[in-house]
């Protein structure tokens, strides 16, 4: 049987970097806004001899994830593993100058299509199949407002979810990745010195890692 990954968030940074390591082994499902980043991603999976599924879509659209995963059940039956990077980063503002269309498109993006994405994937993860999410510790940050208050939001959703499936799966992983040069890190630091960061190629390594070695 195929093992297969979907990774939303997965045309650039630690999503596209987790793309490429499990392509030897996984069919991959990249989902992205940005149709030109995902087949530039698509032609690194084939030079690792894996396949990938393209699927340019907007994860804040609930119709549109509804098709997703509706296709992944018609064509593959079952989901292995899912890992959700996509995020809005908002830009930085003190907590009183939060712009609110800023504010809302944080909530849709990080918050209400996280919950619903939910409730679409684990139908396809069943009791063996893994979902991981990433943790950042900006919440509370002076000027990290928008972004903090609903990444945290977003974290305390899948650990609501990894409680309740503890002892029927799916299981659901929540890791802190090292900081990394990713276009959303240089929005937050623009003259930060990105030659100190880690790479998003051996964070995905590490966190696979972590996975493979996490009792079942």
């Known amino acids: ?25 996984h069919h991959i499902i990249a989902v992205a806004k940005t149709t030109g980043a995902l087949e530039e991603l698509d032609d690194r999976i084939k030079a690792k001899g894996g396949t990938a599924t393209l699927a340019p ?13 509706r296709g992944i059940f018609d064509r593959w039956g079952h989901l292995d593993l899912w890992l959700h990077t996509a995020i809005h980063a908002a830009p930085l503002a003190p ?8 504010f809302a498109k944080s909530v849709a993006a990080n918050v209400t299509a996280t919950g619903t994405l939910i409730a679409y994937v684990a139908p396809l993860l069943g009791e063996s199949g893994q979902a991981v999410f990433f943790d950042d510790p900006s919440a509370g940050q002076k000027f990290f407002g928008s972004y903090g208050a609903t ?14 499936t503890r002892h029927t799966g799916p299981r659901v992983h929540i890791a802190t990745p090292a900081p990394m040069p990713t276009a ?12 100190a960061l880690n790479d998003p190629h051996a964070q995905a390594a590490d966190i696979l890692a972590q996975l493979a070695a996490s009792p079942v």
Request: with cysteine.
């Open 57 to 69: 879509m907007d994860i804040t659209k609930p119709e549109a994830m509804a098709t997703l995963c």
């Open 151 to 164: 990444k945290a939001a977003q974290i305390a959703l899948a650990r609501s979810w990894q409680a309740e």
């Open 184 to 195: 959303t890190r240089a929005r937050f630091f623009p003259g930060e010195d990105r030659s």
């Open 95 to 102: 907590a009183d100058h939060i712009d609110t269309k800023d």
């Open 1 to 25: 049987m195929t093992q297969t990954a979907l990774i939303t968030g997965a045309s650039r940074g630690l999503g596209a970097a987790l793309a490429q390591a499990l392509a030897p082994t």
